[in-house]
């Protein structure tokens, strides 16, 4: 079992609707968690962090964390074209003394027009 | 304020061919990292610069080396560059190491091994 999963897609959702992106990890001691976004040929960059249970909201995103169940996800709401990419989910874990991001493997968005 | 700062954006390599990537970053960050990204298998850290003067193996360390030459550059090394070994590099810093581990990245490292 890896430490963090997400579906890796290709998730197909209409422009407009609400894109809804899950991710689940093992280590009850993680203790911060993120998204980022990663569009194709690029590089990672972050969108929502999130630590305490419950929801976060950053305009059209947001973030939504249960330790009890040990998920996160990502809502995207009114999602455009331009949310087409790769949502990467990212555990904060610490490892010999120092934190470490554990990665899931990504899902990959589309947005229909 | 170019942020994080990675050379060579690609290369090409004959197995047994060695080469250094470059890393640096001008955000005064004092936590520097490496990963690999090979598809379907998400990041994967190979080494971590704490802080200046301390490195630290990741998940993947097994035919890299690193130096971390000053706060703002980080290097990564492959002595004998091998076919399983091709992927995309990234560079990445943030601040501290604590719970808000942001961590930036630089643009990336497309590195094929024949």
């Known amino acids: 079992q890896k430490e963090v999963e997400q579906n890796s897609g290709p998730l197909s959702v209409p422009e407009g609707a609400i894109a809804s992106l899950n991710c689940t990890y093992s280590?009850?001691?993680?203790?911060?968690f993120f998204w980022y976004r990663q569009y194709s040929g690029k590089s990672p960059e972050l969108i929502m962090f999130i630590y305490s249970n419950g929801d976060k909201e950053d305009g059209r995103f947001t973030a939504q964390l249960n330790k009890a169940s040990q998920y996160v996800s990502l809502l995207i709401r009114d999602s455009q074209p331009s949310d087409s990419a790769t949502y990467l989910c990212a555990v904060n874990r610490v490892m010999d003394s120092n934190y470490q991001l554990i990665w899931g493997a990504g899902t990959k968005l589309i947005i229909k027009p | 304020n170019a942020g994080v700062t990675q050379t060579p954006k690609f290369q090409v390599l004959k197995t047994g061919q060695s080469m250094t990537l470059q890393c640096a970053q001008d955000m005064n960050h004092n936590s520097m990292y490496w990963y690999r990204q090979d598809p379907g298998m998400g990041l994967r850290l190979i080494y971590y610069s704490a802080s200046e003067g301390t490195t630290d193996k990741g998940e993947v360390p097994n035919g890299y080396n690193v130096s971390r030459l000053n706060k703002r550059e980080f290097s990564l090394r492959l002595e004998s560059a091998a076919p399983s070994q091709t992927s995309v590099y990234f560079c990445?810093?943030?601040?501290?190491?604590?719970?808000?581990?942001?961590?930036?990245f630089g643009p990336g490292t497309r590195l094929t091994v024949l």
């Open positions: 280590d009850r001691g993680s203790q911060s």
């Open positions: 990445a810093s943030s601040e501290i190491q604590d719970s808000y581990n942001e961590q930036f």
